[in-house]
């Protein structure tokens, strides 16, 4: 099975990635879409990835080397 396929059905890591992304675009942490705790989580620790890269300025290519912990 490809990574691709995977990843789409890994659903804390696919919050993780669009938490970070949020929050590499500056969006708000109040804009999480997930109300389940574990998705949620995951979103949030994206976002606060995202965020610190924001503020820092050490965004490579979208945060694409970003991988969840």
């Known amino acids: 099975m490809s990574l691709t396929k995977r990843s ?3 659903r804390t890591t696919r919050a993780w990635q669009r938490g970070y992304k949020a929050g590499l ?3 708000s942490q109040d804009q999480c ?3 389940s705790p574990q998705p949620r989580n995951s979103w949030m620790d994206g976002w606060a990835a995202g965020h610190e890269d924001q503020t820092e300025g050490s965004v490579a290519i979208g945060g694409l080397h970003k991988r969840p912990l």
Request: net charge positive.
């Open 8 to 10: 789409k059905r890994d």
């Open 25 to 27: 675009i500056g969006r």
């Open 33 to 35: 879409p997930h109300q």
